[in-house]
């Protein structure tokens, strides 16, 4: 009964849950992000990037500084998501994730594609940005020193 009463408990189910689900959060989902996405978009190069910013920004309206914003994107997926990952200046780097993944979001659903996958990790990213990086991150270390 007592197992059954913590599982459906809204308190913490054990010591530093909350930290080690941020952990879990940040660790899993960047290391697929980099992995699966960034690295292969930030070693494409110039032309790629120019590409991938004349995809996506035509959607709000810019139509300037592509290879910019698409460096910005590689960047974000690759650089970006491994210091998220290690919680280095985690929310700053997380909003530039966040944004990356909405714009790719909705770059697929313009297309007639699924942005699913975008978008789940556009509410990863928003989660890590409201809640923080938790006590398992550099963050906590450089700046909750006592």
Same mark, same amino acid.
């Given at each position: @009964? $007592?197992l *059954?009463?913590?599982l459906?408990?809204t308190?913490? /189910?054990?010591s &530093?849950?909350?930290?080690? !689900? @941020? /952990?879990i959060?940040r %660790?899993?989902?960047?290391f697929?992000?980099? &992995?699966n996405?960034?690295?292969?978009?930030?070693g494409?190069g110039?032309?790629?990037w120019?590409?991938?910013?004349? =995809?996506?920004m035509?959607? %709000?309206?810019i139509?300037?500084?592509f290879?910019?914003?698409?460096? *910005?994107?590689?960047?974000?997926?690759?650089?970006f998501?491994?210091l998220? @990952? %290690?919680g *280095? $200046?985690?929310r700053?780097?997380s909003?530039?994730?966040l944004?990356? @993944?909405?714009m =790719?979001g909705t770059?697929h659903l313009? !297309?007639?594609?699924?942005g699913?996958e975008?978008?789940?990790?556009?509410?990863?990213?928003l %989660?890590i940005f409201v809640?923080?990086?938790?006590n398992?991150?550099i963050d906590?270390?450089?700046f &909750?020193?006592k």
């Open positions: @009964m $007592n *059954l009463k913590s459906l408990s308190k913490s /189910l054990f &530093n849950s909350f930290d080690w !689900g @941020m /952990l959060l %660790v899993i989902p960047s697929f992000l980099f &992995n996405h960034g690295l292969r978009k930030l494409k110039v032309a790629s120019e590409g991938l910013g004349e =995809a996506a035509p959607i %709000v309206g139509s300037f500084g290879a910019f914003f698409g460096f *910005l994107a590689a960047l974000s997926e690759s650089i998501a491994l998220v @990952m %290690v *280095l $200046n985690t700053i780097f909003l530039f994730v944004f990356t @993944m909405f =790719a770059y313009v !297309g007639g594609e699924s699913e975008a978008y789940i990790y556009f509410v990863i990213y %989660v809640l923080g990086p938790g398992y991150s906590y270390r450089l &909750n020193k």
